[in-house]
């Protein structure tokens, strides 16, 4: 028979609630200091998109009635776009402009890049590197520039083509989106092979030994432990440069100017033309409200791709 006295609950003190009020305050008085940049952020991010997001609802423009008297329009914009086979025209040669530039050309290329530059001689590597380098810290203006010239009637290619007796081609009027994207590799590889160097000289030395001692070749070793092993790397480089991609406007504009006959005019050449040309405001912003949704979406896709523990 136990013989041990019941125990009296144990009682927990009281909150303290001098202590709560002084952490309050606190806390209080270091968020003081953030409040100039959360006003800047309100003023110069936050501000711009809640009135571009009103724009795109308005008939508003640069001259003419919606200058004057801008008035809702709804979702008119929207409908006239969806309605506009230029819209159209201009959604596709993105798609093509972006598959064609970031996805495959820029993206493979700067891969290669990458994986010649770790086997290669030191002088080899740092002398290509850094003419890659120079073509992506160019002004898009200038490289605009410099590729026009490259692809014009009287260009560098065409001299070249006509050294080795092949005829002369002229792509910035035969196919100027080929033409465009060309020069958009041409442009930015440079980050993708930054990335990808990057992402290579963490992979550890010893499981490519463990690999070799199993049999695999080179094109095994890059297919069954390298892609994996840079898969998140890959993932974030397709979004950041389909981003980027989907935005070049300077680049298309001093090269072809959109044509000819809207064969090179993507969307931010569209909606340029809609809102300064047309002087349409309300509209260019609902076709740049538009770009943003596809942007969205690539990114969403390519979330997908990055592994489970990459996502927290």
Do not use: C
Request: aromatic share 10%.
């Amino acid at each position: 028979m136990s013989t041990d006295a019941p125990t009296a609950p144990e009682r927990t003190a009281p909150p303290r609630r001098g202590r709560s009020h002084l952490g309050d305050r606190l806390t209080t008085a270091r968020a003081l200091p953030m409040l100039p940049a959360g006003l800047l952020l309100i003023g110069f991010m936050l501000g711009p998109i809640l009135y571009s997001l009103y724009l795109a609802f308005t008939d508003s423009a640069i001259r003419g009635d919606g200058a004057s008297d801008t008035s809702f329009v709804g979702v008119s914009n929207f409908v006239d776009a969806f309605t506009d086979s230029d819209f159209w025209n201009s959604v596709a040669l993105t798609l093509v402009f972006t598959i064609v530039s970031a996805v495959i050309g820029q993206n493979v290329l700067g891969m290669l890049l990458a994986l010649l530059m770790e086997r290669a001689h030191r002088i080899l590597s740092f002398a290509v590197t850094s003419l890659v380098i120079a073509a992506w810290i160019l002004p898009e203006v200038v490289a605009g520039y410099l590729l026009y010239t490259f692809f014009a009637d009287e260009g560098s290619l065409n001299t070249l083509l006509g050294a080795i007796g092949l005829p002369a081609q002229d792509l910035l009027f035969s196919a100027p989106i080929l033409a465009v994207s060309f020069a958009n590799i041409w442009r930015g590889t440079a980050f993708s092979m930054l990335v990808y160097s990057a992402a290579l000289s963490s992979v550890p030395a010893d499981v490519y030994e463990s690999a070799a001692l199993d049999g695999a070749g080179p094109v095994r070793r890059f297919r069954s432990v390298t892609l994996p092993l840079l898969r998140p790397a890959i993932a974030t480089n397709l979004m950041l440069t389909t981003l980027q991609t989907l935005s070049v406007f300077g680049l298309i504009f001093i090269m072809t100017g959109g044509g000819p006959a809207r064969q090179s005019q993507t969307l931010p050449l569209y909606m340029y033309e809609q809102a300064f040309s047309y002087g349409q405001l309300g509209y260019g912003t609902a076709v740049a409200l538009l770009l943003l949704l596809i942007g969205a979406a690539a990114s969403l896709v390519y979330l997908r791709l990055l592994p489970e523990e990459d996502k927290r």
